[in-house]
């Protein structure tokens, strides 16, 4: 079975072809077109201009990936888009592309959820085949921490979610992403403040301090707007030479970055702990960086013994077609030709 997965929630036009014979896998092409120079200047997202791009981009990448797939489009059996949670206009765009090509090729639809598909493309390995944990290592729970999204989910199995807990205002990666444009580092945020934290400042005489927003309640919600303007407080009180000092640059992306990473990995195992789950699964864009991936590896080892992690590939972690295709994979049992039933859902709920 070929199967071609399509992602345009937000700013990366996503397109995968997958062949998948008895849950072998092949990945034909995994493709990702970017719009970072273009959103650049806004410092975030701009849904409007998103759209465009791909709508300008997602027929060129498609074609792209037929050619790296070396198949011709009549080969494809099932498409698997990305319906929501996301901005609506991008959304939009994939979805009435993969229902002309479906109408076309006379082949069903699978509508995906993006959050399931940050938690599924865990189950593909290195070597590209899938690793379906054993049931009896479930219930488990997921993190997917993203620029749009922060949830935490107890998943019972693969298609059986509770959503326990989410931000009650920012999401993670979108506060990063607004600190490092205040502090002049570039977009998208996450990144930036990930490479320029690695800097050791030995015996510095300035301190940065933030607070960890929620750590100590007793419930799995975040909230990082709080977090973002303690950072913007701290700025405004410094002597512009300290503000524009690579020194003071270095020491808030260090605080906000371990502040963000503290609460991730406190809410995650305490929710791991109370029901029960020895398997913790990571997903989403700020899954990409480094000390988180290290430092919830070694508090879950430490806190939950015989608990095991997931967590993608970096070039996984950020949104991506084979995520979708996977996904459709899993979940093609839920395929249509009812195509009007399929629409854009931006607020669609896991
Ligand atoms: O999953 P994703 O590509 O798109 C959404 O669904 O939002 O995530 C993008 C977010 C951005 O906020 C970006 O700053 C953040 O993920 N991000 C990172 C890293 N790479 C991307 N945050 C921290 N460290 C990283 N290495
Ligand atoms: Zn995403």
């Not at 479930?138 to 997917?144: E, N, S």
């Not at 909230?223 to 640059?249: C, H, I, M, N, W």
């Not at 077609?321 to 896991?350: H, Q, S, W």
Request: glycine content about 6%.
């Amino acid at each position: 079975m070929i199967i071609l997965g399509i992602e345009t929630s937000c700013d990366d036009t996503g397109v995968a072809i997958l062949k998948i014979e008895n849950w072998k896998l092949e990945i034909l092409s995994n493709l990702v077109s970017s719009q970072i120079k273009i959103h650049k200047k806004y410092g975030g997202v701009f849904p409007t201009l998103a759209k465009r791009e791909h709508k300008k981009n997602l027929p060129i990448v498609f074609k792209k990936a037929l050619k790296e797939s070396k198949i011709k489009e009549n080969q494809i059996d099932l498409i698997s888009i990305t319906i929501g949670p996301g901005l609506e206009p991008c959304l939009w765009v994939g979805v009435n592309f993969a229902k002309n090509l479906a109408k076309k090729l006379d082949i069903p639809i699978v509508p995906v959820n993006h959050i399931e598909a940050h938690i599924l493309v865990n189950f593909v390995s290195k070597n590209s085949k899938f690793q379906i944990p054993n049931s009896s290592i479930f219930p488990a729970v997921c993190l997917v921490v993203s620029g749009g999204h922060t949830q935490l989910i107890l998943m019972e199995k693969i298609g059986k979610y509770q959503l326990i807990g989410e931000t009650r205002d920012d999401a993670a990666g979108e506060c990063l992403d607004k600190v490092a444009r205040l502090l002049g580092l570039g977009y998208p945020g996450g990144p930036a403040i990930e490479k320029i934290s690695k800097f050791q400042i030995p015996n510095s005489k300035l301190k940065v301090t933030l607070p960890r927003p929620m750590i100590k309640q007793k419930n799995y919600d975040f909230s990082f707007a709080g977090l973002k303007t303690a950072v913007l407080y701290d700025f405004l009180k410094r002597p512009e030479k300290v503000r524009k000092s690579k020194e003071y640059k270095i020491l808030m992306a260090k605080e906000v970055q371990q502040a963000v990473i503290d609460v991730l990995i406190s809410k995650t195992i305490k929710s791991a702990k109370e029901f029960g789950a020895n398997l913790i699964i990571l997903g989403g864009g700020v899954a990409a960086n480094e000390e988180l991936r290290k430092q919830i590896i070694e508090n879950s080892k430490f806190q939950i013994p015989n608990s095991k992690i997931l967590i993608p590939p970096k070039e996984l972690c950020t949104d991506n077609g084979l995520m979708v295709a996977v996904t459709g994979y899993f979940r093609k049992e839920t395929a249509t030709k009812n195509f009007d039933k399929i629409v854009a859902e931006p607020n669609l709920k896991i």
